[in-house]
């Protein structure tokens, strides 16, 4: 095709330029198209011809060629071709410099530096995985206590396998803080409830017995223990005063329990009681893709909130939504 195209323009170029020099043409009409004709054959070769570096944009591409072409007849196909071959064949200049020493980054020393830094759960993660300084794992696990804990647990779990015995103990001691803090929270509720009890006790109660699961501080018979702990209480601030956000939170006990009946239950109550299904569709998909009901899944996704903080939500909707049915 190329081969043809650039033959196509010699011949209607030099039709062209022959014709009207020995009075072939009557006027100058057949010149004019036989050497449109070889400017847009010339063009196109170009095109196909080219390296992409130097068909960006495309537009202006097209528009400079073709202009050169018909605006300077035979000179300007030659050139430009001369160009073209000059640019493509001429050696590039290669940089000796392989490599670049980078700087010793420190890490951040609170939450608002590491939010706007190059630092974040990924880059601690690797830095105590894999950097060979105690002092810059130590700094790493430090660098953690001011990330959302949801992020921190993990990396501080994995600083406990550290071989070294320092960053080891700083980071139980980490874990052990934010057991702590939620065991002492629910403590005060605890007795303050006793005196005196309210619905937002109770919920505050619930979500704190929550935050131990949400958060992985416990595994087996204990998660199972802090979830029953989060039903009751989310129970009896549902008996209490009706709300949409407590069915919500009530629901996903139920879904960490694999209560799916009990679950659903609790969503279908919160979006009777004014919570847009947008609210707890993700939620609802979650249950129908466990029951294997996948047919459902595309359709309650596709009304998601789209501000919903959920963990990869954006990412779930897109593989699913853009799936042919299940």
């Known amino acids: 095709m190329k081969t043809l195209l650039i033959l196509i323009a010699v011949i209607a170029e030099t039709l062209s330029i022959y014709g009207q020099a020995t009075g072939i043409w009557s006027n100058w009409t057949w010149y004019w198209l036989l050497h449109a004709l070889a400017a847009g054959t010339y063009t196109c070769a170009c095109l196909m011809l080219l390296p992409e570096e130097y068909k960006r944009p495309i537009a202006q591409s097209v528009l400079f060629i073709t202009v050169i072409a018909f605006g300077i007849p035979v000179a300007g196909m030659i050139g430009l071709t001369m160009l073209y071959v000059v640019l493509v064949n001429w050696p590039k200049k290669s940089n000796p410099i392989i490599w670049r020493r980078a700087d010793h980054i420190e890490l951040p020393a609170d939450t608002q530096d590491i939010s706007t830094s190059m630092f974040g759960a990924g880059a601690l993660k690797d830095i105590l995985l894999y950097h060979p300084d105690p002092e810059r794992r130590l700094d790493a696990v430090k660098a953690c206590r001011y990330i959302p804990n949801r992020e921190a647990i993990p990396l501080f779990r994995l600083a406990v396998t550290d071989k070294e015995d320092d960053i080891r103990l700083f980071a139980f001691s980490c874990i052990d803080n934010i057991d702590n803090n939620l065991t002492e929270k629910i403590g005060n509720l605890r007795l303050k409830l006793e005196k005196s009890e309210s619905t937002s006790m109770l919920i505050h109660l619930g979500e704190l017995y929550w935050e131990f699961y ?58 009777e009681l004014g919570i847009l299904e947008e609210k707890v569709s993700l939620y609802l998909a979650e249950i129908a893709f466990r029951r294997k009901e996948y047919f459902r899944i595309a359709q309650l996704l596709r009304v998601i909130d789209e501000n919903l903080d959920g963990e990869h939500s954006e990412e779930i909707q897109e593989y699913w939504c853009e799936q042919p049915s299940k």
């Open 214 to 271: 949400y958060l992985g501080l416990s595994d087996g018979a204990i998660t199972k223990t802090y979830l029953d702990f989060a039903q009751i209480y989310f129970e009896k601030a549902a008996n209490k005063e009706p709300r949409g956000q407590v069915y919500i939170k009530l629901g996903r006990v139920h879904l960490a329990q694999n209560n799916l009946h009990e679950a659903e239950k609790c969503f279908q109550r919160a979006i």
